[in-house]
C-alpha cells in the first residue's frame, strides 16, 4: 500500500528542538522530492520546505518563516524523510504534513508551549 | 515570492449546483504550475488538480482547472454532499511554493 507516515510530533518548549520523521511504504520514494506543509490550529496551509531528490542535486529550499531556522534531509536507504526543527516558536505549532507527488501523510502535531 | 489570493472566501451553495472557486496571482506562474486541494476537517489535504487543469488520480470529472497567467479557476460541474470542503490553491512556479488562503464550501 502506498502511504506517508510522520512521526516525531509533540510538546516542546520554545527554543528547543525537534526532528519529524517522514516514511514513504510502497514506491520508490528516492525518485522524488519531499515537501513539508504545515497548518496551525484553525488557519490554512503553509509551506514549510522541500528536497529535491538525489538525482537532481538532493538540495533544499524554505519558506522565509523556518530559513535558518529548519533544515530537511533525508535517507533514501531507509526512505525517510527529515524536518530537523531548531529555535522553535510558539508560531510553529502547528500539524506538519509531508507529501510527495500527490501522496499525503496523516500528519503529526507539534506544540510549541512553554 | 507569489502570492496567491482566493475568493471568494465563503461560497454557500445546495447540492447539484455549480461551484467557480478563483485564484489570482501577484506575478504570471508560468508553465501554469498551479495546484488544487481539498480539505476536510481532520483529514490531510488531496490533490485535486495539477498543472492548472490536469485532474489527479481517481478525481472525479466533475472538477476541472482552468486559467492561466495570473488567473485560475477551480470548478466543480455538480456539487455533491462530499464537495463540501475547504479549497486551496497552491503555485509551485519558483523555488518559493506558496498556497492561497483558502475558500470555504458550504452548504447553503
Known amino acids: 500500500d502506498v502511504q506517508l507516515v510522520e512521526s516525531g510530533g509533540g510538546l516542546v518548549q520554545p527554543g528547543r528542538s525537534l526532528r519529524l520523521s517522514c516514511a514513504a511504504f510502497g514506491f520508490p520514494s528516492g525518485d522524488y522530492a519531499v515537501t513539508w506543509v504545515r497548518q496551525a490550529p484553525g488557519k490554512g496551509l503553509e509551506w514549510v520546505g522541500y528536497i529535491r531528490s538525489e538525482a537532481k542535486g538532493g538540495t533544499a529550499e524554505y519558506g522565509a518563516p523556518v530559513k535558518d531556522r529548519f533544515s530537511i534531509s533525508r535517507d533514501d536507504s531507509k526512505s525517510v524523510a527529515y524536518l530537523h526543527m531548531s529555535s522553535l516558536k510558539i508560531e510553529d505549532t502547528g500539524v506538519y504534513y509531508c507529501s510527495i507527488e500527490e501522496i499525503w501523510g496523516q500528519g503529526t502535531k507539534v506544540t510549541v508551549s512553554s | 515570492e507569489i502570492v496567491l489570493t482566493q475568493f471568494p472566501a465563503t461560497l454557500s451553495l445546495s447540492p447539484g449546483e455549480r461551484a467557480t472557486l478563483s485564484c489570482r496571482a501577484t506575478?504570471?506562474?508560468?508553465?501554469?504550475?498551479i495546484a488544487w486541494y481539498q480539505q476536510k476537517p481532520g483529514q490531510s489535504p488531496r490533490l485535486l488538480i495539477y498543472?492548472?487543469?490536469s485532474r489527479a488520480t481517481g478525481i472525479p470529472d466533475r472538477f476541472s482547472g482552468s486559467g492561466s497567467g495570473t488567473d485560475f479557476t477551480l470548478t466543480v460541474s455538480r456539487l455533491e454532499p462530499e464537495d463540501f470542503a475547504m479549497y486551496y490553491c497552491q503555485q509551485y512556479d519558483r523555488s518559493q511554493i506558496t498556497f492561497g488562503q483558502g475558500t470555504r464550501l458550504d452548504i447553503k
Open positions: 498543472g492548472a487543469s
Open positions: 506575478q504570471s506562474v508560468s508553465d501554469n504550475y
